[in-house]
């Protein structure tokens, strides 16, 4: 079962069926659908779509896995320049399909536990928790590009490192020690 690439991804899937079957599901989720991650961006995402393809299967030890990949161009707000920047969120992903905490605990640290409950999976909760994973939680633009590049260069210049106060100091911190045992009392 593979969707075609532009096509939107169900919201609601049986991941279990889906990993005995080897399936790979590919295609869209609209942003404007996904609400926590809307609140978490605080900008209007309208008409942008986050492509996602998932593969589902059972590995060697026939635990259900869904691996993924995901890419979600955004509009973020710069936190120096307060104005709106482009990114391209990417994410990759291997999540362990259980139904129980007492199966998620037994997961291998390479997969992180999705809870299945009644069999089925909100699909769309899963690209969703990824997609706020890899949000950056200091979104700036890169230094050169900037507008607030003039106000930055003045008061961190670029072309002179800055050196912490203990690097200029040329005397040895323990010299004050030195004082104390000439100094009788």
Request: with cysteine.
């Amino acid at each position: 079962m593979t969707k075609a690439p532009n096509a939107e991804l169900p919201k609601s899937v049986e991941p279990i069926r889906l990993a005995e079957q080897k399936a790979t599901l590919e295609g869209v989720i609209p942003l404007e659908g996904l609400a926590r991650f809307g609140e978490a961006v605080g900008g209007s995402q309208e008409g942008r779509e986050c492509h996602a393809k998932l593969s589902f299967y059972q590995d060697g030890e026939r635990r259900r896995v869904v691996s993924g990949e995901l890419s979600a161009p955004v509009t973020l707000v710069c936190q120096r320049c307060m104005n709106d920047m482009q990114v391209t969120l990417t994410s990759s992903f291997d999540l362990g399909l259980v139904s129980s905490d007492e199966q998620a605990q037994r997961l291998p640290k390479t997969l992180e536990p999705f809870l299945c409950e009644d069999f089925t999976a909100d699909l769309w909760a899963m690209v969703e928790d990824e997609l706020l994973l890899v949000l950056p939680p200091f979104p700036l633009h890169e230094r050169d590009e900037c507008p607030a590049k003039e106000d930055l260069e003045a008061l961190e210049p670029s072309n002179a490192p800055v050196e912490p106060e203990a690097k200029k100091r040329d005397d040895n911190p323990f010299s004050v020690l030195a004082g104390f045992k000439t100094t009788k009392h």
